[in-house]
């Protein structure tokens, strides 16, 4: 006799969908979005902070000064060489992010979130240009030579926020790695800029919080996006290294920035201004950076260790 259960006649089938049917779209919670609002009012401080600081003080104008004449003094004739290459790196960059958003377009079917990160690099940029020569007015403290504003730095913007529509545009699991990608871009860039004496460090602090705001803006967006919601490829593994080294790192730099800057305030030590401008530069690239990381975190479904559930995103 068979033990098989009947099915009374006319009911229905009940289908046995596969385990790889997609769920229902889940939109961010409250808490996620004043996360990301936060993470947007830290750039935009900072922006401001910079601003006052380097712009609008005298102490910051010969700060800046002080530093890219040690450029000149320094630098310039180890750097005279390397010049083609130094002038080429925001080019570079935004070929790359070029080619790295075609392959996930081709590859990967990511067109959305593409258009996502080339609006945001776009709104950085114009935010760029409309601070420099629209909105900021730089008062002249007879400091520096040249009158104009150059903050923030168009160069370090078009670098950096080639990077960051990259990180956009990428797959969940490969946010972490370009990530490092996108601090590589506007980094480098941004220190080519001041050691080719085409901007002041403080052009490039600027650039970078500008472009992390308009990251943090893109990234709440993403979570809007239902084909976001239903990417689970898990990262917690980079972010348990990847933040923790990043904070630690930034801070270290931080404290050396405000360091050498007092040295170079009171003692007027050779190097000393430009060695704290550099370490500035670094500090909020890799601090701003750790954040937009920090913002990839979603809740996981299943109960994990204390430790690790801090850092997985």
């Known amino acids: 006799m068979s033990t098989e259960p009947t099915r009374d006649q ?4 009940v289908r ?34 910079t601003v006052w600081a380097f712009l609008y003080s005298y102490s910051g104008q010969w700060i800046d000064q002080t530093a890219t004449s040690e450029v000149s003094n ?60 629209l909105i900021l007015a730089k008062p002249n403290y007879g400091v520096q030579e040249a009158t104009m504003n150059s903050l923030p730095s168009g160069h370090t913007t078009f670098a950096a926020a080639a990077g960051a529509a990259l990180f956009i545009a990428a797959p969940k699991k490969w946010r972490p790695f370009m990530s490092l990608v996108m601090l590589m871009f506007g980094t480098l ?19 970078l919080f500008v472009v992390a705001a308009w990251t943090a803006l893109a990234l709440l967006v993403l979570r809007f996006v239902p084909a976001e919601d239903q990417d689970t490829a898990s990262t917690r593994h980079t972010g348990m290294l990847l933040i923790p080294l990043m904070v ?32 500035l530069i670094f500090a909020v690239g890799l601090l701003s950076t750790a954040l937009l990381v920090l913002l990839l975190r979603r809740k996981q479904p299943t109960e994990e260790r204390p430790y690790t559930k801090v850092w997985s995103y």
């Open 74 to 133: 320094n630098l310039r004739r180890y750097s005279r060489d390397s010049d083609h290459l130094l002038n080429a790196l925001p080019a570079i960059a935004g070929v790359l992010a070029v080619i790295g958003i075609l392959f996930v377009l081709v590859r990967r079917h990511r067109f959305l979130p593409a258009v996502i990160g080339l609006a945001m690099a776009a709104g950085a940029n114009g935010t760029t240009q409309a601070l420099k020569y």
């Open 248 to 279: 630690i790192t930034g801070l270290f730099l931080a404290f050396c920035a405000v360091a050498t800057y007092m040295i170079a305030a009171q003692q007027h030590f050779a190097g000393a201004a430009l060695l704290g401008s550099l370490c």
């Open 10 to 13: 006319g009911e229905t089938p």
């Open 16 to 49: 046995d969908w596969p385990s790889t049917r997609r769920g229902t779209f889940h939109p961010p919670t409250v808490g996620v979005v004043i996360k990301h609002l936060v993470v947007i009012g830290i750039m935009l401080f900072g922006l401001w902070g």
């Open 189 to 207: 860039a941004g220190v080519a800029t001041v050691i080719n004496e085409w901007h002041r460090p403080a052009d490039v602090v600027a650039a």
